[in-house]
């Protein structure tokens, strides 16, 4: 897995192919993308083999979009905090005494 900055199709397949070889880029089976063209092209030239998936999230939220004129900023904001809170913890462990404490701090 890596992490790079920026979403210039070029810049990323040029980083891709630097800190990846060939043999661990035809590993991957699918990859979850988001409905950007560069993704796409990324996706194409670096991972040749592997299945695109397009995230249904972002499907979802241009459909809602488009039908209500509403966005989902504020389920974005909250699954972000669940994120962060998540991180901090390295990890969930029990399941109940989680959900009890994010409850309790964003309720």
């Known amino acids: 897995m890596g992490i790079f900055k920026g979403t210039h199709a070029a810049d990323i397949i040029k980083l891709i ?22 993704m796409s092209q990324i996706v194409k030239k670096c991972f040749s083999k592997a299945t695109r998936i397009i995230d249904r999230f972002h499907v979802q939220n241009i459909i809602n979009f488009f039908d209500n004129r509403s966005t989902n ?18 990890g969930v462990v029990d399941v109940k005494f989680f959900l009890f404490r994010l409850t309790k701090i964003f309720a």
């Open 73 to 90: 900023a504020a389920a974005e904001s909250f699954n972000a905090k669940v994120k962060d809170f998540r991180r901090q913890f390295r």
């Open 17 to 38: 192919k630097e800190n990846f070889t060939d043999e661990q880029r035809r590993i991957v089976k699918e990859v979850t993308l988001d409905m950007a063209n560069s």
